[in-house]
């Protein structure tokens, strides 16, 4: 039996915006003390949503630096870890490479080769949804958009103006901490959707 059909592009448009996480909800991991508790929670979560945000490159042969973000959330809300801030790297790089925590997020091939680049560290425990879906039996990658709209009939609102953002900057802004968390946590809620254990 085939699964239902993908959302296109124009019904997309049409649906009522998926409600995200708010600011509130958003923690900037700023310290090795903050680094921890945020290991704390997201271990006690045991599934979490996962992405990397980089610097878009926009020469032709320009190397990207990246990840310059990793976001990790839970059910209730976000950790955004900045690289440059090396105080928690050794914190980072064993949630990255914890096999009992599930990383669940999309298309993340790239994001994992940053990873390895960046930290020297194998990713483990991660699920890349769109495998997921293949599974189930669709031909086409699903992203975070079409995911939405296809298990909450909602718009996954992703701005242009943050997606192609310096995420290198020190201090982010509301729009790139939103937009970073909600990537993290739109996976954690398809996860639940999908019937996804740990």
Known sequence: MSPPPLPEREDIALLEPFEGLGLKDIRVVASAEDAASAAAALRASRVVGFDTESKPTFAKNEVSGGPHVIQFATREQAWLFQLHRSEFHDTLATLLGDPGLTKAGFGLSSDLSLIRQRFGVEP????????????????????????????????FVKSRKATTSNWANRQLTDAQLRYAANDAYAAIRVFDALGLRA
């Open 124 to 155: 483990q425990g991660v699920l890349d949804l769109d495998s997921e879906f293949r599974r189930r039996g669709y031909r086409r990658s699903v992203g975070v958009k079409t995911a939405v709209a296809l298990v909450f009939e909602r718009r």
